[in-house]
């Protein structure tokens, strides 16, 4: 999907939003999405830090069948250093990239027992020095615990912001810093009402248009065609 849009940005086929619809996108999405929060299921920081590592091109669905038993024989960082690999391995193996994970999650734990007296910072900075956590990842994790004003970029909401005209940049990053610039504020609500709306109604394929609520918005002709 990422390929498609791209090819249609670079065909400049997707026209962009004017400020008065990015207006009305952003308070159509705050009015439904006021309370969403993600579908992750954790406890406290160091399992939504988890929760979130093994997310990435992994369902929320599948992590969470996951997490109960690895947060069971490793509640907290100070079991989770001393890991045996294999047995984390073990654990997640029905996780994408499991084998990579697995090393991070181990590697995250040894560092923030070692450099930050076994507490995981709420810094970004901080927070993306730890093995397997990157901008996105911390991010996601600000966003979702401290409410931070944020703006992360998964492939739903690449995918919903291009197709309504919100950006027209060919990756992640450059798609975060204009979903930033032109929001500006309550983006820890605009991720979340994104990250839902393209999962459950601005899907990959067969978009359900005849559900959506901003249709009148849509720039994408893939979605046009599907209704």
Known sequence: MFKYLINLIRKNTIKQSTKK????IKEIFIQRYSDAVTELKYKNLYELLISVMLS??????????ITPALFERYPDVLALQNAQLDDVKDIIKSC???NNKAKNL????QKVVNNFDGTIPLDEKKLISLAGVGQKTAHVVLIEYNQANLMAVDTHVFRVAHRLGLSKSETAIKTEVDLTKKF????HILHQAMVLFGRYICTAK???CNECFLTEYCKSKEGFKAR
């Open 21 to 24: 619809d990015i207006q009305a």
């Open 56 to 65: 990435a091109q992994c369902t929320d669905k599948r992590v969470n069948i």
């Open 96 to 98: 994408s990239f499991f």
């Open 106 to 109: 181990v590697k995250m734990a």
């Open 184 to 187: 500006k504020t309550n983006l």
């Open 206 to 208: 067969s978009p359900k």
